[in-house]
């Protein structure tokens, strides 16, 4: 129960971060990614202070034997760059890009019941529906499903 | 340079990595957006309910940003709905591909050092920037 209520807190201060920071506004995403044009390096301060706490807390954890209210730390362990990572995070820049709305703002943008917000989470949630879909009719050749799915998630 | 808002981005982005520190210390979890969504479409027994507390907690927050930070959703550019729906499309997928987008590789991964999110980071920025150059400075010219 302890470990619901600090998803949902963490949920709500989260997208405080997003709102406040300029996350949610795709003129502040994408003027940060405009390096060559009217640059606004707004965005990078975003990372430089969220980096600098989870780098101290994910060192914190390592000393920790299991989390404050859970039964285990669940920290992904691969470390090998494989075509679909990089592949992968290339269309996501791409999306990134021409929206201007990653997938944290475009959830808590639903909240301000704005068209445009609506339009791309919804197309967001197929891309993701597609992949999975995509996942499961190759899987079904190789039939192993349960191993496959349950390795490899970063994030 | 003119929207230049280093404090508020500053003080947006501790919150954000508060709200991940706390995941990680508290429930032992990487805070990555892409996943917990993408989780939900496909729930996994243990998995659901902490990401729906998640999920419901970034809507309760964008709720009260409505009301009392209405500026976060002034949203200053707005592309058509087609690009939207590709844009989406393309986030949707490539998130799933790479395992991860901007708060599990970008701030969770690169605190822990992890080449896989460093190199992911570093891609969809790369490739965000390519996107912007070629819809800012060659369509509109």
């Given at each position: 129960?302890?470990?619901?209520?600090?998803?949902?807190?963490?949920?709500?201060?989260?997208?405080?971060?997003?709102?406040?920071?300029?996350?949610?506004?795709p003129i502040?995403v994408i003027g940060?990614l405009d390096?060559l044009g009217?640059?606004?390096?707004?965005?990078?301060?975003?990372?430089?202070?969220?980096?600098?706490?989870?780098?101290?807390?994910?060192?914190?954890?390592?000393?920790?034997?299991?989390?404050?209210?859970?039964?285990?730390?669940?920290?992904?362990?691969?470390?090998?760059?494989?075509?679909?990572?990089?592949?992968?995070?290339?269309?996501?820049g791409v999306g990134w890009g021409l929206g201007g709305?990653?997938?944290?703002?475009?959830?808590?943008?639903?909240?301000?019941?704005?068209?445009?917000?609506?339009?791309?989470?919804?197309?967001?949630?197929?891309?993701?529906?597609?992949?999975?879909?995509?996942?499961?009719?190759?899987?079904?050749?190789?039939?192993?499903?349960?191993?496959?799915?349950?390795?490899?998630?970063?994030? | 340079?003119?929207?230049?808002?280093?404090?508020?981005?500053?003080?947006?982005?501790?919150?954000?990595?508060?709200?991940?520190?706390?995941?990680?210390?508290?429930?032992?979890?990487?805070?990555?957006?892409?996943?917990?969504?993408?989780?939900?479409?496909?729930?996994?027994?243990?998995?659901?309910?902490?990401?729906?507390?998640?999920?419901?907690?970034?809507?309760?927050?964008?709720?009260?940003?409505?009301?009392?930070?209405?500026?976060?959703?002034?949203?200053?550019i707005v592309r058509p709905?087609p690009l939207l729906?590709l844009a989406?499309?393309l986030?949707?997928?490539?998130?799933?591909?790479?395992?991860?987008?901007?708060?599990?590789?970008?701030?969770?991964?690169?605190?822990?050092?992890?080449?896989?999110?460093?190199?992911?980071?570093?891609?969809?920025?790369?490739t965000g920037a390519l996107t912007v150059f070629i819809t800012n400075h060659l369509t509109k010219g």
């Amino acid at each position: 129960m302890r470990a619901l209520a600090t998803s949902f807190i963490s949920g709500i201060v989260f997208s405080f971060g997003l709102g406040i920071s300029g996350m949610t506004r795709p003129i502040k995403v994408i003027g940060f990614l405009d390096f060559l044009g009217s640059w606004d390096p707004s965005l990078a301060f975003v990372m430089i202070g969220a980096i600098s706490i989870f780098f101290v807390a994910f060192r914190q954890s390592r000393k920790m034997v299991s989390p404050l209210v859970a039964a285990r730390f669940a920290i992904p362990t691969r470390n090998d760059l494989d075509s679909q990572l990089l592949l992968g995070s290339a269309l996501f820049g791409v999306g990134w890009g021409l929206g201007g709305f990653c997938p944290g703002p475009a959830i808590v943008s639903l909240a301000a019941a704005a068209p445009p917000a609506a339009i791309f989470t919804a197309a967001m949630i197929s891309g993701m529906w597609l992949h999975s879909w995509s996942l499961r009719a190759r899987l079904s050749e190789v039939r192993d499903t349960a191993t496959v799915l349950g390795t490899g998630a970063d994030a | 340079m003119s929207n230049f808002t280093p404090l508020s981005s500053l003080i947006g982005g501790i919150l954000i990595g508060l709200s991940a520190s706390a995941m990680l210390l508290f429930d032992g979890k990487i805070t990555g957006i892409s996943g917990i969504v993408a989780g939900l479409l496909r729930p996994v027994r243990g998995e659901t309910a902490w990401k729906t507390c998640f999920i419901v907690g970034l809507l309760t927050g964008g709720l009260l940003l409505r009301l009392f930070l209405p500026g976060a959703f002034a949203f200053g550019i707005v592309r058509p709905w087609p690009l939207l729906v590709l844009a989406g499309l393309l986030v949707g997928f490539g998130t799933r591909l790479g395992n991860g987008c901007t708060s599990g590789h970008g701030v969770c991964g690169v605190s822990r050092l992890s080449a896989r999110s460093i190199v992911a980071t570093a891609t969809f920025v790369a490739t965000g920037a390519l996107t912007v150059f070629i819809t800012n400075h060659l369509t509109k010219g």
